[in-house]
């Protein structure tokens, strides 16, 4: 008895430290959501019915980072909207931690800049923490397979966070163009390199 009960405690303590998972990896199917935005309305992602998947952004105003991809990722909504993989964005910052990031600043942010995808408030911030997303931006492609959405790459849009002229290697690009050929994405994951989101205290 007594060494079964050992055993069980041990059995107790390395599951303990077993690692939790913190969000999606490539291969996980991806939930939908209902998030408000910019024009006061709700979005979900079933709301494209004929949609071949998504590029979805973590992202926000104030990042030195997500300023410098803001025409990248206007772009990438403009290259690939039609062939069926809209961009959709979402800020998950605090706004009492980043008052650039309120609701107010993102309508006016978005209007300035001529969005004509969606720029959503994660206000809860449980998408950002379902997503696993960690900084802005972050970038999630998602693939259509059958009736759920597959996760097919994550991490930074290109190699050239700064400086647009610079970049040797577009990531997003390659991910959402091999899906479309119907071939595998070569590199599906990279580090995401931007500002820290910035979470709620509680």
Known sequence: MKRLMFSFAVFVALA????????????DTAADFKLKNVDGKMVSLSDWKDAKGFIVIFDCNTCPYSKAYNERIIALNSKYASNGFPVVAINSNDASASSGDSFEKMIDYAKKKGYTFPYLVDESQSVA???????????????RVGAELKV???????????DA??????????????LLAGKPVAQTKTKAIGCGIKWKNS
């Open 165 to 178: 002229s610079g970049v040797s290697k577009r990531y997003v690009e390659e991910a959402v163009d091999a």
């Open 129 to 143: 923490r379902a997503f696993g997303a960690t900084n802005t931006p972050h970038v999630f492609v998602l693939n």
């Open 152 to 162: 097919a790459y994550i991490g930074t849009i290109d190699d050239s966070p700064r």
């Open 16 to 27: 303990s430290w077993a690692p939790v998972k913190n969000g999606y990896e490539v291969g």
